[in-house]
Each structure stands twice: as C-alpha cells, then as structure tokens.
C-alpha cells in the first residue's frame, strides 16, 4: 500500500524516501528532500530548497521551507535544512534563509516545536530544544542545545539564546540569554539559573554549586562585567559547563539579559 495519499500533491522533481508518509492535501514544491520514516500530516506546505531528515513528523497545516517575510529577500535560492526526529506540530511556519545572512536557516535534531511556533529566516537552532505553543523567534537568533521557550515568548532579530536557558511563558527578549539562565518578563530579566533542570540532567552537586557561584558572581555581586569574567576564569577551566556560561557572555554581542 502507498504510503503517499492519492489527494496530496507532490512535485516530481521532490526527494522523497521510499517510506516517508505523506497524508491528503498536502503540497510538496520541487527541491524539497524528506528523509526516511518522516511522517507528514494532511494540509502541510512544503516547499524549497528544503532538506528534512530522517524520523521527523510534521503535523497538519504547517508551512515549512516558505519564502522568508524579509523585505529584502527578492526570490534568491535560499535554504532550510532540519535535522532528524523532530516534532513539529500544528501551524508551525519555517522560513528559509537571506542572502544577507548565510542563506540558510537550519534547525537542529531532537526538538519538538509546539502549535504555531515560528522560526524566521536565517536562524539556527541546536539539537534538545522545546518551543512551548506560540514562541516565536525573528530573523538572525540563535537558539543553543536544549534551550527551553515558554509559550509566547517572542525573541528580538540577532539575539543569541545561550544552552541550557530558559524563558517564562510570555517573555519579551531583547538581549542574549546567557547558557543555562532562567528570564522572564518584558522586557525579560534574569531570574537565576534552572539548577532543578541540571539535577534532573545528572549534574552533580559539585558542578550545580560553582554554576550558581558562577550566577552570582555575574549577576548579584555589583561587579563590572569584565571583573566577574575575568573571575570565573579559573573555575572555567575545571568545568566545561561554567566555560560554556562564561563563553556565551563573552560572545554577546546585544548585552546579555540582566
């Protein structure tokens, strides 16, 4: 039996692999790539040039690889590449990227994407993350490994989303979230770090303590940005993970989120 519903329409210049599943009414345009044991639902748009992988399953009424809503994109070749085992549920929209930026707007593996999530041209979005319901990301943001977005929350043009971070439902961000810090509010602010998350990751005691010493060194302690860096630097080289908060402050370019 066809795993490919005689009512969706797919342009015979797509790639799709012989086991994909692709439900009624669904649209896929030419330079389209699907990789194996993707399941895609009825009334989804999938145009290109898009690269899905392998596992993912994509629901209905999801507009995935659509030209991007940049005022500056006049119909260049550009892409969207997505990794493998990822949900990504109703009404989600997933823009390809400019050639202002590298072209390409790439989302990573493992993620799940709740209803109405949108991710806008040339973003970059790691593996592990969850967008709650709503979340929505502008052009140029790039989202870490396992970072975690509320429901609603919306994230400024070029911001950086640090690993590991969190946003409250409803969150306004303006400014990079260091790894593994917890904001809410709008505009957001800094409300400590997620350390119950950490436990259930299996971050010993040890590690949790000199991450929340490496918090309060950056945050409550009424250093200078410089200073406080320049004192984690030791406790950087012991652990990786307070080097990867160090790291992603260093590399901010907006001012991180206070």
């Not at 009512?7 to 692999?17: G, K, N, S, T």
């Not at 990789?35 to 899905?52: E, F, M, R």
């Not at 949900?87 to 989600?92: A, K, S, Y």
């Not at 439902?169 to 119950?196: L, Q, R």
């Amino acid at each position: 039996m066809s795993r490919i519903h005689p009512l969706a329409i797919i342009d015979p210049a797509a790639r799709l692999a012989d086991d994909v599943e692709v439900g009624p009414w669904t649209l896929i345009g030419p330079d389209v790539e699907i990789g194996a044991g993707t399941v895609i639902g009825s009334h989804v748009v999938l145009k290109g040039p898009t690269t899905i992988g392998r596992g993912n399953r994509i629901f209905q009424f999801a507009s995935v690889g659509e030209d991007c809503q940049d005022k500056k994109y006049k119909g260049e070749p550009t892409r969207l590449i997505i990794g493998d085992n990822n949900v990504i549920r109703e009404g989600c929209t997933l823009h390809r990227g400019t050639v202002q930026d590298q072209g390409v707007t790439r989302i990573g593996s493992n993620n799940l994407l709740m209803a109405y999530v949108h991710i806008a041209h040339d973003c970059i979005v790691g593996d592990n993350i969850i967008m709650a319901n709503n979340a929505t990301i502008a052009g140029h943001v790039h989202v870490g490994d396992g970072a975690i977005l509320g429901g609603y929350t919306t994230v400024h043009q070029f911001c950086h989303i640090g690993a590991w971070s969190m946003s409250a439902a409803n969150s306004a961000v303006f400014k990079d979230i260091p790894a593994f810090v917890m904001v809410g509010g709008n505009p957001a602010s800094a409300h400590g770090m997620n350390f119950e998350g950490m436990r259930r990751r299996g971050y010993s005691q040890e590690l949790i303590t000199a991450l929340r010493r490496a918090y309060k060194v950056v945050y409550r302690q009424g250093k200078t940005l410089q200073d406080a860096l320049q004192e984690l630097e030791e406790e950087a080289t012991q652990f990786p993970e307070v080097a990867l908060y160090r790291d992603s402050i260093l590399a901010s370019t907006r001012g991180i989120t206070r």
